[in-house]
């Protein structure tokens, strides 16, 4: 994927948190985010919209197992088991930045992006993603991003972001 490929990414997440901040107000919701790979992206890229705080409480980057364990209450049982980039963890992860920070959804996002970090289950690219409710069970998707380092990011947070809208999209009448 090429830079300008990477940046038209990030702009349609962009345009896609603009739809989403009118459905956020209007219906009253709130999101809070939990980040591995992405680094911040998601919450940054929510927060480039002007007015975000009406909805938006906060994210946790969490790089490290430690800070998973910590701040998300991700078990150790599950990051020995499953390891950090897996399912479980992403599902975790949303489970307690939504939890902690008392929104209706948590956005969680936790993979390999590259260039080194890859195993026989999760090579670069792969990125589990989680989004809980205080309505539904959480969903937990997994997706395999192809490009560079920058690539995978820009195509994580743009998914998950996208994934959110689309939910909120769906329950309205």
């Not at 919450?43 to 800070?67: D, L």
């Not at 996002?109 to 090579?123: D, F, L, R, S, W």
């Not at 380092?149 to 743009?158: F, L, P, Q, S």
Request: glycine share 10%; net charge neutral.
């Amino acid at each position: 994927m090429t830079e300008q490929e990477t940046a038209a990414l990030i702009e349609k997440a962009e345009k896609i948190s603009l739809a989403l901040k009118e459905i956020m107000t209007k219906t009253g919701k709130s999101v809070s985010t939990a980040e591995s790979c992405t680094g911040g992206l998601v919450a940054r890229i929510i927060t480039e919209v002007p007015g975000s705080s009406e909805y938006f409480k906060g994210g946790v980057v969490s790089y490290t197992n430690e800070i998973k364990m910590k701040f998300l209450n991700v078990r150790q049982s599950t990051l020995d088991r499953f390891t950090e980039v897996s399912a479980q963890t992403a599902a975790e992860m949303a489970d307690g930045i939504r939890r902690g920070m008392d929104t209706s959804f948590g956005l969680s996002v936790t993979g390999v992006a590259g260039p080194g970090g890859a195993t026989g289950e999760n090579p670069v690219g792969s990125v589990y993603m989680a989004i809980a409710s205080d309505s539904e069970e959480t969903k937990v998707y997994h997706k395999i991003f192809p490009g560079n380092r920058a690539a995978v990011r820009a195509g994580a947070a743009c998914f998950i972001i996208s994934a959110l809208f689309d939910i909120l999209k769906a329950r309205q009448p």
